[in-house]
């Protein structure tokens, strides 16, 4: 089953459900949590007797589960050494009865309050086996201050591994915002379900390794979130790939028709439409300017080209449209803009486009920066679309700044496709993809490889081709982001991250379909 992903604020909703409605104590929860813990630590060392292990503990709730976490690593024989944050007078509710556990046990503890026991903490570092980070949860927001942020600069210097309880203390559980500090942690546990700001950027590179640890919490509680969070990892994506019919030819793999290119940006329209193959749709037809049609013909010789109707700018003319209309009457799927230019005529092709096809449409690169000329025209749409803009096309959408589009990109890309009543599909690192009704997907794969031109255009055609194969908009989208950032790592892999070619992602596509069937 692939992770389902909840932000902090829901967590604690779902915590306070199943603590007043099923009854289920707290101090339960946390039991579960901390032995959760100590069991993925016994999973790290072969054997948990005689490792030392240092415990930094905050005064919340997170804290309690690093004091329950200490009593089992202590039972299995590990030595602890606990580090306060704050003076145990602080803790309450369940945090505090498990102090009082603590204080029966004789382990040696400290409070970080003055420079001789942050000397301590460095020198236990300098030959622990482990530091747990329990400092904060899902309960923090902001930076971390004073002996707090000087305490996570000491772990962040020190050479031995971090694991931290739910979340590295100084993430933002709903945003994936780090502060300054946050605990870069080797693994994190993380109860019941993933956080948001576990598998969002920057958080993400502060995680480590991501366990899931079940701590009893009744799976129906998932009921109480109007809108749904989904990780879009190998699981998912090996769900969403397409059967391949053996006896098939190509016109049951789909025929997507390709609306690109203009001159200085053909290869745009060749990156786009390689793709669609690439990505296993049985045919594809590009349109672009008459001019460019018969060098297009040659570089492409798998593919249809139909050169049309051209402005003096030899980019594709409103009258284009009365040769592309035909066209779309045996197609899947259409993928409108990579390299059209921001012509005025394009928007006028746009616009007949929506007003009249019935085909599932993808919008991307010059097609989002006309659109965005007005907005207003989507509303026009019969069929389903799916706009891929990137955090600048994203922001000229909506009239906002790429900045601010970065700063919250799940909630942004959730308004736009409110507004947009669009599929949307927020390229950067982790591309979140949103349905109208609000449900989210959030992509695990891909890296910097794939920010390299040309990258957007291949996507289009990734996401085209699904369509054409038969996926419905919100899968073919899904699926595409996945195989596209699959492509992007087996190239790290093999080329490293740097100097890659959106061409190069291109011809690892088959593999990247390879790797997910297998
Ligand atoms: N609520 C529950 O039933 C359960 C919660 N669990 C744990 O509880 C955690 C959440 O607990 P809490 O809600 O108590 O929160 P935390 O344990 O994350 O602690 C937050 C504390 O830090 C303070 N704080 C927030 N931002 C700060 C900042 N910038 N600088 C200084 N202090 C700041 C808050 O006022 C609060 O006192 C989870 O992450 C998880 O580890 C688990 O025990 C399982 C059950
Ligand atoms: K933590």
Redesign the pocket.
């Known amino acids: 089953m692939w992770m389902r992903i909840v932000t902090g604020s829901e967590m604690?909703l779902l915590?306070k459900w199943a603590?007043e409605e099923r009854g289920i104590p707290?101090v339960l929860?946390?039991e579960n949590?901390g032995n959760a813990i100590a069991q993925t630590v016994k999973q790290i060392f072969a054997s948990v007797s005689g490792r030392y292990v240092i415990i930094l503990v905050?005064?919340?709730?997170?804290?309690?589960?690093a004091l329950v976490a200490a009593r089992h690593l202590h039972q299995l024989g590990a030595e602890v050494k606990l580090f306060l944050l704050f003076p145990p007078e602080e803790f309450q509710g369940a945090v505090k009865t498990n102090w009082h556990f603590i204080e029966s046990l004789d382990l040696k503890w400290h409070q970080l309050q003055d420079d001789h026991s942050f000397y301590l903490l460095k020198l236990s570092l300098n030959n622990c086996d482990l530091i747990i980070d329990g400092i904060?949860?899902?309960?923090?927001?902001?930076?971390?201050?004073g002996h707090?942020s000087r305490a996570i600069q000491v772990v962040n210097e020190s050479s031995c591994p971090v694991l931290a309880?739910?979340?590295p203390s100084g993430l933002d559980a709903d945003t994936g915002r780090v502060?300054d500090p946050c605990i870069k942690a080797n693994y994190t546990v993380t109860?019941a379900w993933a956080k948001r700001g576990l598998v969002l950027y920057p958080g993400k590179h502060f995680v480590g390794k991501l366990v899931v640890a079940d701590?009893s919490l009744p799976q129906d509680a998932l009921a109480l979130l109007d809108k749904e969070e989904h990780y879009i990892d190998r699981e998912l994506a090996k769900k969403l790939l397409p059967q391949r019919d053996w006896e098939g030819h190509k016109n049951s793999f789909g025929h997507v028709l390709v609306i690109a290119g203009s001159r200085g940006m053909t290869g745009a329209a060749l990156l786009t439409s390689k793709a669609v193959l690439r990505a296993g749709a049985g045919l594809v037809t590009t349109c672009l300017p008459a001019s460019l049609a018969d060098l297009f013909d040659i570089a492409f010789p798998e593919g249809l080209t139909r050169g049309m109707a051209e402005t003096r700018e030899r980019t594709l003319a409103a009258a284009a449209w009365w040769e592309m209309s035909p066209l779309l009457a045996n197609k899947k799927a259409v993928v409108f803009g990579p390299g059209l230019s921001t012509h005025p005529e394009i928007g006028d092709l746009l616009e007949k486009l929506l007003a009249e096809s019935l085909v599932p449409l993808v919008i991307d690169a010059d097609g989002l920066n006309v659109l965005a000329q007005d907005t207003g025209i989507l509303k026009t749409a019969k069929i389903p679309v799916i706009l891929t803009p990137h955090p600048g096309e994203m922001g000229r959408l909506l009239g906002v700044s790429a900045q601010e589009v970065q700063a919250n990109r799940v909630e942004t890309a959730r308004l736009a496709a409110d507004l947009f009543q669009s599929i949307i599909v927020l390229k950067g690192a982790a591309t979140i993809t949103v349905v109208p009704d609000g449900h989210i997907f959030i992509n695990s794969s891909g890296g910097p490889s794939l920010a390299t031109a040309g990258s957007g255009d291949v996507l289009a055609g990734v996401i085209a081709s699904f369509l054409a194969q038969g996926l419905e908009p919100a899968c073919a989208a899904m699926l595409g982001v996945y195989v596209h950032g699959l492509a992007g790592d087996l190239l790290a892999e093999s080329k490293g991250i740097r100097g890659v070619l959106a061409g190069d992602i291109v011809e690892t596509l088959p593999l990247a379909l390879k790797t997910l069937k297998s």
């Open positions: 604690k915590d603590v707290t929860l946390m949590a905050g005064k919340g709730n997170n804290g309690g589960d904060f949860g899902t309960g923090f927001r902001g930076d971390p201050q707090v309880i739910d979340v502060g109860f701590i």
